[in-house]
């Protein structure tokens, strides 16, 4: 398996670090915000808002406490786009948020690449301020 790192920057002021690792079964895109201040203050008003849902639960009953509250994680990573090559649109793929320790944040794309010949192009990762190209040759 191949590896290439690369950064973005979200909106918000959150540094996002690319992992692209490829083999000849898959592709996988992890990207993980790096821990600053942006990403502590996103974390200190989702505990915040946290605390409230769960009062209100208990206090109203769940069904009447409102929607919980999204993490900074769920927040930031939503903010970047990764568009595939049309080859890999139509692919199994799988997008998951793989959690953190305390400010730092991992979604993992996966694409499987069983039973395609070649895949050529780029991923091309996207956020209201920044785009990164990352070339998909396979190893």
Known sequence: MTDDTSTVRT?????AVLRLMRSD????????AVSSEATREFDS???????????ASVRN????????????????????????PVAMQSIGR??????G?????????VWDLSGIESIDGELVVQTHVDEIKLPLSRP
């Open 11 to 15: 909106a918000s002021g959150v540094k």
């Open 101 to 109: 320790t305390g400010s730092e944040w991992t979604t993992r794309w």
């Open 94 to 99: 799988e997008v998951r948020s793989v959690g």
């Open 61 to 84: 009953g769940i069904r009447y406490a409102g929607t919980p509250p999204l993490s900074g994680a769920h927040v930031v990573l939503a903010e970047i786009c990764v568009i595939a």
């Open 45 to 55: 008003v989702y505990e915040r808002a946290l605390e409230r849902y769960l009062e």
């Open 25 to 32: 079964k898959s592709i996988v895109l992890e990207v993980t």
